[in-house]
Structures are given as structure tokens and as C-alpha cells.
Nanobody
């Protein structure tokens, strides 16, 4: 009975910022490894960021220094703060509860002038 409900996607101009949210139920983000993936149009799904239950964080090279993954245990929510956005960041973004192997529904981020 795991649910990952995503929000925060939309249209943003290059250089802008956006924050994605992934609100979990049925699991606790504090004891799960939580990931973000994305899938660009016509492309396969690629890894973006991860945060472990112990707080270890890793990013794909393509987003390092621009994106920040975090979690709020009280809200049982994981976030992806995206800054300095580029057109190549355009994709459907998915949160993933790695320990439970459960995907969110995805949300579209479009970076365009």
C-alpha cells in the first residue's frame, strides 16, 4: 500500500528554479533510500539523485552543483530542488523508493524560453 505522490512540475525558463515534491504514504522516507530519476522525450530513464536512510547523497554528473535532494521526515516527503535549469533538463521526473522498489507517478518539467 505504498504511494508516492509527486507535485511541483511545470514550465520554467532556462536559468530558473523549480522544486519537486514526493509525498510518501505506506513507507517512511527516513528509513528508505529515496531516488530521483528522469526520462527525457525519446530517451531512457536516467538516474538523477539519491539519499540513503543514513543521509548519504549522490548526484548524476549532469546535475551536480545545480540540484539538491533533501527530505522532511515530519512531512514524510522527499524533495528535489532544481536550480540553473537548462533545456536539456526537460523530462518527466520520477521519485523512487529504492528500498521498497516503488515508483511515483512522474511529473513533467519543461525548461524553455
Amino acid at each position: 500500500q505504498v504511494q508516492l505522490v509527486q507535485s511541483g512540475g511545470g514550465l520554467v525558463q532556462p536559468g530558473g528554479s523549480l522544486r519537486l515534491s514526493c509525498a510518501a504514504s505506506g513507507i517512511r522516507v527516513s528509513v528508505n533510500a529515496m531516488d530521483w530519476y528522469r526520462q527525457a522525450p525519446g530517451k531512457g530513464r536516467e538516474f538523477v539523485a539519491t539519499i540513503s536512510s543514513g543521509g548519504w547523497i549522490n548526484y548524476a554528473d549532469s546535475v551536480k552543483g545545480r540540484f539538491t535532494i533533501s527530505r522532511d521526515s515530519a512531512k514524510n516527503t522527499v524533495y528535489l530542488q532544481m536550480s540553473s535549469l537548462k533545456p536539456e533538463d526537460t523530462a518527466v521526473y520520477y521519485c523512487y523508493a529504492a528500498t521498497e522498489r516503488y515508483w511515483g507517478q512522474g511529473t513533467l518539467v519543461t525548461v524553455s524560453s
